[in-house]
């Protein structure tokens, strides 16, 4: 697998696509990945976001790095380390290593942030 760094700017835009974001996240992630030095600015990144399908083999692994402990208001709940993508005054969206989420705030039980 190549490293971000190896990725020409469409395969690497195609990898930030795949993560479910949108184009305005999914341009930060970019320039992340690039370590804060885009060969492209976002309207030629938005071009591309336009051309790549954001699909991804299987054996491409993508970043996680979780930033809060999850633990849901249902019977049989368990914690589950999440990176949050976007909190609102309703809902708290989601990933994990094991895909997408959102969960109504009603039914947070807790959510720890994860020292570093």
């Known amino acids: 697998m190549k490293q971000f760094n190896e ?3 469409e395969e690497l835009v195609n990898v930030v696509k795949s993560m ?3 184009a305005q996240s999914s341009f930060g992630q970019f320039v992340k990945a690039r370590a804060l030095r885009p060969e492209i600015g976002m309207k030629e ?3 591309v976001w336009d051309r790549v399908p954001g699909v991804v083999s299987p054996e491409v692994v993508l970043p996680f790095n979780p930033t809060h402990v ?3 208001n249902f019977p049989g709940a368990v914690k ?3 990176e949050i993508i976007k909190e609102t ?3 708290i969206e989601w990933r ?4 997408r989420g959102g969960t109504p ?3 947070v039980k807790s959510l720890e942030v994860i020292r570093k």
């Open 80 to 82: 589950k380390e999440i």
């Open 89 to 91: 005054d309703e809902v």
């Open 105 to 107: 705030l009603q039914f």
């Open 96 to 99: 994990s290593r094991f895909g």
């Open 20 to 22: 479910g974001l949108d």
């Open 70 to 72: 999850l633990l849901e």
């Open 45 to 47: 990144f938005r071009r």
């Open 7 to 9: 990725m020409n700017t």
